[in-house]
């Protein structure tokens, strides 16, 4: 499944709070395993199985590093395929992660934080 990550200026806690504010304005509830990681979780597992591809249901995981030089880096891992909901769930949910991304690295710049982006599975941050 789809991963990315999110380069930006300042300690983890900062870097944190940030991904927090963002996912929250979009809707979704965040669930830490850790401190550093957890899950941010848009809908209803139940929802979606009921009532398919109409119920959005979408698991991200989330995970803040330190690196050096004073920047942060946040993971977006997507841990829902959609196909729950049939073909139709499985493109709703991949164009939600890609519509995600966009609009938190949109946050991220416009707060000034954002220093690279990149898809970690496929090539460094850029």
């Given at each position: 499944?789809a991963?990315?990550?999110?380069?930006?200026?300042?300690?983890p806690?900062v870097?944190?709070?940030t991904?927090?504010?963002?996912?929250?304005?979009?809707?979704f509830v965040?669930h830490?395993?850790?401190?550093w990681?957890?899950?941010?979780?848009l809908?209803?597992?139940l929802?979606?199985?009921?009532?398919g591809?109409?119920?959005?249901?979408?698991?991200?995981?989330v995970?803040?590093?330190?690196?050096?030089g004073?920047v942060?880096?946040?993971?977006?891992?997507?841990?829902?395929?959609?196909w729950f909901?049939?073909v139709?769930?499985?493109?709703?949910?991949?164009?939600a992660f890609?519509t995600?991304?966009?609009?938190?690295?949109?946050?991220?710049?416009?707060a000034?934080?954002l220093?690279?982006h990149?898809?970690?599975?496929?090539s460094?941050?850029t």
């Amino acid at each position: 499944m789809a991963a990315y990550e999110f380069t930006v200026n300042g300690d983890p806690a900062v870097a944190k709070q940030t991904a927090v504010q963002a996912l929250e304005s979009k809707q979704f509830v965040l669930h830490w395993d850790e401190d550093w990681s957890g899950r941010a979780i848009l809908g209803s597992k139940l929802k979606a199985a009921l009532i398919g591809a109409f119920s959005p249901y979408m698991e991200i995981g989330v995970k803040v590093m330190a690196l050096d030089g004073g920047v942060s880096a946040i993971r977006l891992d997507q841990l829902t395929s959609g196909w729950f909901s049939g073909v139709i769930g499985a493109r709703k949910t991949e164009k939600a992660f890609t519509t995600l991304r966009d609009d938190l690295g949109r946050t991220f710049d416009q707060a000034g934080v954002l220093v690279s982006h990149g898809n970690p599975a496929t090539s460094p941050p850029t």
